[in-house]
């Protein structure tokens, strides 16, 4: 006899999630689960200039296109995992969030990634976003809840971050590497970065390796080299 499940909860904040997840290009059907390349957005893929909001201030960080050009010609599939906490605080809206969306996709152009996953979350913003969120980095449910969607083999994928969240995140989830740069909050981070890795258990099978670089335009030939 089928088991009935529990219908799912229209009202609580998982009922937002599908509108902070944007799939830009169409997923290859049959393709099997690929590997991604995730990207953390503010000090990886543009300048971090804290809680942006307006897209004129929007700028890449060099060596971004091509680094997405390279890794997608390996077949990763390429998908932005960024926290938006400055929606839970009331600092801008979703609106705002997509005009400098719509920015970054113009700046790329055919360089834009697949996807973008952003967590709105923070347990002291406002209703209804107020809630402590596995979505939100150190958490690893961007990274999980895209690869069901997108059909990601988290395996064999790499992430790469300016903060120790970004690396925890990808710990977390078991991605085969993690590649720390120096752009963004990077600097400040590196020596919590190194002091993460010196307990991380790189025997084990599951254990993600942590790469550090200067910044995104040098992970694709620090992922070749290896
Ligand atoms: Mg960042």
Known sequence: ?????????????DSLLSHWSLVYRPLAKNR??????FLDRDGVIIEDVNYISDPNDVQLIPGVGETIRHFRSAGFTVVVVTNQSGIARGYFDRDAYLRVERRIRELLAADEPD???ACPFHKDGRPPYNVEHPWRKPSDGMLRASSVALGIDLKKSLMVGD???DIQAA???????????????????????EQ???????????????SCVDSIATVFSAFQAS
């Open 1 to 13: 006899m089928e088991r009935l499940q529990a219908a799912p909860d229209q009202t609580g904040p």
């Open 32 to 37: 099997g689960r690929r590997p991604a390349l």
């Open 115 to 117: 996807a973008v996953y």
């Open 163 to 165: 903060s120790l969240s």
């Open 171 to 193: 710990t977390a989830a078991g991605v085969a590497r993690a590649f720390h740069v120096l752009t963004g909050h990077g600097r400040m981070h590196r020596a919590k970065v």
């Open 196 to 210: 993460l890795c010196e307990t991380l258990d790189t025997r084990a099978p599951s254990s993600t390796q942590v």
